[in-house]
């Protein structure tokens, strides 16, 4: 009923409203190949994958897939598992190359390709929109407002 009448109000001031006014962010998903046997992951397993200092979960060698550094996306999914903003992603890995650490995740250009990825790859790891996911992956944690939650 309340955004009937906000749309009325609009519709008298000549106002329109953007599709983008009243989208609700989507829920993002922490997913690994389907083959993986983990079925959670909670935040403190998913920040030392995501930061390569655990490289191995379930038996397996991990292979964690990010976006790019100026995805949306990414910077929710840093801020909700690293606890980082971009600058501060950016100095760890600044740090962690100084400091001969291991690299940073594999970087894929969009949401499909870390499907593909994730899906190809039994140790992959990843995060996309909720809506992206198929049957190749299996949703171990979400991230919705801000937290990490079960599946």
Known sequence: MKRYSLLLLLALLGMTPSASSFAVEDEIVIV?????????????????????????????????????????????????????????VARYWIDRKI??????????????????????DAGGIGYLPASDVNPTVKVIARIRDGQVLPP
């Open 32 to 88: 690994v190949n389907q083959t993986n046997p983990a079925r959670a992951a909670s935040r403190d397993t998913l920040r030392p994958i995501f930061q390569t200092t655990r490289t191995e979960w379930s038996g397996r060698s991990m292979m964690p897939v990010n976006l790019p550094e100026d995805s949306a996306l990414r910077k929710r999914f840093d801020m909700a598992v690293l606890g980082l903003d971009p600058e501060g």
């Open 99 to 120: 400091r001969g650490g291991e690299r940073p995740p594999r970087k894929v250009a969009s949401p499909g390709a870390v499907l593909r990825a994730v899906g190809e």
